[in-house]
């Protein structure tokens, strides 16, 4: 399954109050920075030395940034080889957990093409940071993209405080078009290309998850 289907609940407010405190410090940070700036140069011509350590310094950063490079490179080449080595016939598990909020993802799948897959999502409202009427706003929100929709069976529920969003997808017989015309930003293809199980993987991996 998509990304898109591992929900954020970040509310549009706090985007807001963030980007007022940005405003807010922006003159104090460039004054501040024009300070400094004016007080390494004093420093610099009044101890050559330091001059040798801001090299040293940038020489650390750049190795640094090489190393960053080539974990990613040796990442996405670990991930095709493990693809390589994926079943093509069976059944996998994978979990993500994330601030209050947990995803598991259950794959049928046959030939290395997935044709059926539960998804739960528990929400910990009080983990989250979040009241439970915003959790319960969410959940209303997403059911009513894929309720009665075929192909697709979607619950809601609640227990001991989480709430459970459930998905039980049908690959073989999700009607698309009405996917898209639900939410066509979400569901941008009325006749996808079918699900590969040796593709899923990687993506899950990225973003992640852990098989279980």
């Not at 109050?17 to 390494?40: D, F, I, M, R």
């Not at 090299?55 to 990442?75: H, L, R």
Request: glycine share 4%; hydrophobic share 30%; with cysteine.
């Amino acid at each position: 399954m998509n990304k898109h289907l591992k929900i954020s609940v970040a509310l549009l407010s706090s985007v807001f109050v963030l980007a007022a405190c940005g405003q807010n410090n922006s003159a104090q940070t460039t004054q501040a920075a024009q300070e400094t700036t004016q007080a390494n140069n004093k420093q610099s011509k009044l101890n050559p030395a330091n001059n040798q350590q801001s090299q040293e310094k940038a020489a650390d950063n750049q190795q640094n940034k090489e190393k960053a490079t080539n974990n990613q490179q040796n990442k996405k080449k670990s991930n095709a080889q493990n693809s390589s080595n994926l079943p093509k016939d069976g059944e996998a598990v994978y979990k993500l957990e994330d601030n209050g909020s947990t995803t598991t993802l259950k794959y049928y799948f046959k030939d290395d093409i997935v044709y059926l897959q539960d998804a739960v999502y528990a929400f910990n409202s009080k983990e989250m940071g979040k009241t439970e009427e915003e959790i319960q706003k969410l959940l209303k929100k997403r059911h009513s993209i894929y309720d009665g929709v075929k192909g697709i069976e979607s619950t809601i529920a609640r227990k001991d405080g989480i709430y459970y969003h459930t998905l039980k997808i049908d690959y073989n017989n999700i009607d698309w078009k009405e996917l898209h015309k639900r939410a066509p930003k979400t569901f941008t293809d009325e006749n996808p290309t079918a699900l590969k199980y040796s593709e899923a993987v990687p993506k899950l991996l990225e973003d992640g998850y852990v098989k279980q």
